[in-house]
């Protein structure tokens, strides 16, 4: 062989080595590029993903407040209705002992002329005493009425007359006395207004 011809073959061999090189780095290329692809793809599928995830667990916290809120609220709710029951539980039977101080008070209006009716108007007059600081102990009040405007939150007008001594819609008498317990009016006083 001569020197030329082998030069010549030794330059073939090395453009096919450069173009298989070529080649297995196209191929390289090719197959880092759909790699590339791939892990974009499992990137973005990964994120939406991560989003659709973000968003549920955002939604079930928003559904936790809410039930927490409700439960709140209903326990709040609950603790107010047994304290009112607690508060008032003893307003049936004041409403029964109401008119035993209106009699007590009758009584009490009676003139005692002997001995024994004065000493029996006295114990009446402690009875009576005692029956009030019960009812004090549970918030009792009377309700004002007299000289006072006329409100028909706590006043229950029978009747309207003239009056020189009060103004229009000022109460003039009591005929029956009202009550409230801890605020609440549980009789109303039956009043006269002036017209």
Do not use: C, W
């Not at 029951?85 to 035993?100: G, N, Y």
């Not at 309207?160 to 001594?165: A, G, I």
């Amino acid at each position: 062989m001569t020197a030329d011809h082998q030069n010549g073959h030794e330059q073939e061999e090395v453009l096919e080595e450069k173009s298989v090189d070529s080649a297995q780095t196209e191929d390289n290329e090719s197959t880092e590029s759909n790699e590339d692809e791939v892990l974009n793809a499992e990137i973005v599928e990964e994120s939406s993903e991560g989003t659709d995830l973000q968003k549920e667990i955002e939604a079930l916290k928003a559904s936790e407040l809410r039930i927490r809120a409700d439960f709140d609220n209903f326990r709040r709710r609950t603790n107010e209705e047994n304290a009112k029951r607690v508060k008032f539980a003893s307003q049936s039977v004041i409403e029964k002992l109401i008119p035993l101080i209106d009699n007590f008070e009758r009584a009490l209006q009676v003139q005692a002329t002997s001995e024994d009716a004065k000493q029996i108007q006295s114990g009446v007059d402690m009875i009576h005493r005692q029956l009030l600081d019960v009812l004090n102990a549970e918030q009792v009040e009377v309700i004002e009425a007299v000289g006072q405007p006329f409100d028909p939150n706590f006043h229950q007008a029978v009747m309207q007359e003239p009056s020189d001594e009060f103004e229009s819609g000022i109460v003039t008498m009591e005929l029956q006395k009202g009550y409230t317990m801890h605020g609440r009016v549980i009789r109303p006083s039956m009043v006269k207004v002036a017209e």
